[in-house]
T-cell receptor, first 116, second 110 residues
Framework: NAGVTQTPKFRILKIGQSMTLQCAQD?????MYWYRQDPGMGLKLIYY???????DKGEVPNGYNVSRSTTEDFPLRLELAAPSQTSVYFC???????????????FGPGTRLTVL | KQEVTQIPAALSVPEGENLVLNCSFT??????LQWFRQDPGKGLTSLLL?????REQTSGRLNASLDKSSGRSTLYIAASQPGDSATYLC?????????FGAGTTVTVRA
């Protein structure tokens, strides 16, 4: 099992450019998440998905879009990049646990994005 | 809105000392609480998950307690080693989502 994989590892964008961060998991997890982590801060949830075709906004969704056409993949799209989007982006996945919650979240290695 | 706080932000101890890391949260209606470890420039690794019905969870030298009514969790690491140096984050689950604290950065001096 590769677990959760993310590409690219690093990227530098110019203001106004767009890009897609890729995320894939091979654990057949229903739930997938995108977080951003700014220096000295905890992780903030951007978007999440509870299954293929179903996505919802998290705490900081502005400037981002997602899609979930398969169980395995959950790409994050940045449109019109801004310096405020400079951050480290993490993708995670988990299975459903009893009681309506989720089991342990498994994280990818992250994508370090700089917008200049 | 769930707020998660971790104090202290940083901690430095000599090798062999026990570590005590604190986490507090404002909304006690949680499903579970997780502790993660993050090494510099790396992703997060799950250490322990405590269900809301549990009081504690143990794995090797790690023990985590949960007092849901007071909104607190504590991670104990026994007999610390230099390899324990990392940032430790706690996160609480409300429905499908996790809310994270900012973490405690631990340095274990040899």
């Amino acid at each position: 099992n590769a677990g959760v994989t993310q590409t690219p590892k690093f990227r530098i964008l110019k203001i106004g450019q767009s890009m897609t961060l890729q995320c894939a998991q091979d654990m057949n997890h229903n739930y997938m998440y995108w977080y951003r982590q700014d220096p000295g801060m905890g992780l903030k949830l951007i978007y999440y998905s509870v299954g293929a075709g179903i996505t919802d906004k998290g705490e900081v969704p502005n400037g981002y879009n997602v899609s979930r056409s398969t169980t395995e993949d959950f790409p994050l799209r940045l449109e019109l990049a801004a310096p405020s989007q400079t951050s480290v982006y993490f993708c995670a996945s988990s299975s459903r646990a009893s009681g309506g919650s989720t089991d342990t979240q498994y994280f990818g290695p992250g994508t370090r994005l700089t917008v200049l | 809105k769930q707020e998660v706080t971790q104090i202290p932000a940083a901690l430095s101890v000599p090798e062999g000392e026990n570590l005590v890391l604190n986490c507090s949260f404002t909304d006690s209606a949680i499903y579970n609480l997780q502790w993660f470890r993050q090494d510099p420039g790396k992703g997060l690794t799950s250490l322990l998950l405590i269900q809301s019905s549990q009081r504690e969870q143990t794995s090797g030298r790690l023990n985590a307690s949960l007092d849901k009514s007071s909104g607190r969790s504590t991670l104990y690491i026994a007999a610390s080693q230099p390899g324990d140096s990392a940032t430790y984050l706690c996160a609480v689950s409300n429905d499908y989502k996790l809310s994270f604290g900012a973490g405690t950065t631990v340095t274990v001096r040899a």
